[in-house]
């Protein structure tokens, strides 16, 4: 354990992080999500960033215009 100028103490914590046997993938936790998946997500996403809530509202809009029934 080591502390904080301030006194307080700090855990380290390992990550929760699983080898599984035979196959030696990394798993997240528990779960059946591998540390492989995790990492090429976070890839994707910074290439393709997520819309903002006014893009969305406004192609939601352009589309139930374009399917609205004419002469309206």
Same mark, same amino acid.
């Given at each position: 354990?080591t502390s904080l100028?301030?006194?307080?103490?700090?855990?380290?914590?390992?990550?929760?992080? +699983?080898?599984?046997?035979?196959?030696?993938?990394? +798993?997240?936790?528990?779960?059946?999500?591998?540390?492989?998946?995790?990492?090429?997500?976070?890839?994707?996403?910074?290439?393709?960033?997520?819309?903002? +809530?006014?893009?969305?509202?406004?192609?939601?809009?352009?589309?139930?215009?374009?399917?609205?029934?004419?002469?309206?």
């Open positions: 354990m100028a301030n006194g307080l103490p700090l855990h380290a914590e390992l990550p929760p992080l +699983r080898v599984e046997e035979g196959g030696g993938v990394v +798993r997240i936790g528990n779960s059946r999500i591998s540390l492989d998946l995790v990492v090429e997500q976070c890839e994707n996403e910074s290439e393709h960033p997520r819309p903002s +809530r006014q893009e969305l509202i406004a192609r939601r809009n352009a589309r139930e215009k374009s399917n609205a029934p004419a002469g309206q």
